[in-house]
């Protein structure tokens, strides 16, 4: 497995990424539709983060979105230990001079460890907000252009098709066999 599916899985052990099957989410629009409305949709949606992770891999940019991740999952973290070894750790994978996946955030060259000495649920938020328009305005768009994108959406359009085809097959067999 390479280096970022091993962040991934450490920041994020309950999401199942690889060939796994994400928690489908329950709202009229759904996979692709939902995800070219905006970057949050495709953020909140498993499959969607990992069609974009593979999309931002080909473009060597998937620290961005585990950046992006990792911060959002911090701000839930409770209690002052596990916060100092969460943003320890995404400090260490992200930002640190060190880093093994840096991403390329202004004011980087001013953080430094004693941050990490009192964490709280927003300390990386700034930080976080420019990976965001980073990619919402350079990869997002390029990845609804993309094969990965349009391959998805493609499948979809055709499993919805036979979907609705073996439904109206069951109400035409309905009708005649009774």
């Known amino acids: 497995t390479s280096n970022e599916d091993d962040i ?3 920041f994020f ?3 199942n990424d690889s060939e796994g099957h994400p928690s ?6 759904k996979g692709t539709s939902k995800w070219a409305t905006s970057l ?3 953020l909140e949606d498993p499959e969607g983060v990992k069609r974009f992770r593979e999309f931002l891999k080909k473009e060597f940019s998937e620290e961005n979105v585990l950046f992006w991740l990792a911060c959002e999952e911090f701000k ?3 209690g002052k230990k596990q916060m100092q070894e969460k943003a320890k750790e995404i400090y260490m994978t992200f930002l640190s001079s060190k880093a093994s996946s840096q991403v390329n955030v202004e004011g980087q060259s001013r953080l430094n460890e004693t941050i ?8 990386f ?3 976080q907000d420019q990976i965001f328009n ?3 305005y350079d990869s997002y768009s390029r990845f609804l252009k993309s094969d990965i994108f349009l391959n998805h959406k493609k499948s979809e359009e055709q499993e919805e098709n036979s979907s609705e085809a073996q439904t109206a097959a069951k109400r035409a067999s309905r009708i005649y066999n009774t």
């Open 24 to 29: 489908s989410s329950h709202q009229t629009l």
């Open 125 to 127: 938020q700034k930080l």
């Open 116 to 123: 990490l000495e009192t964490p709280h649920p927003l300390m």
């Open 8 to 10: 991934f899985s450490t």
């Open 134 to 136: 980073l990619m919402k």
């Open 13 to 15: 052990p309950e999401i």
């Open 76 to 78: 839930k973290t409770q």
């Open 40 to 42: 949050e949709n495709l």
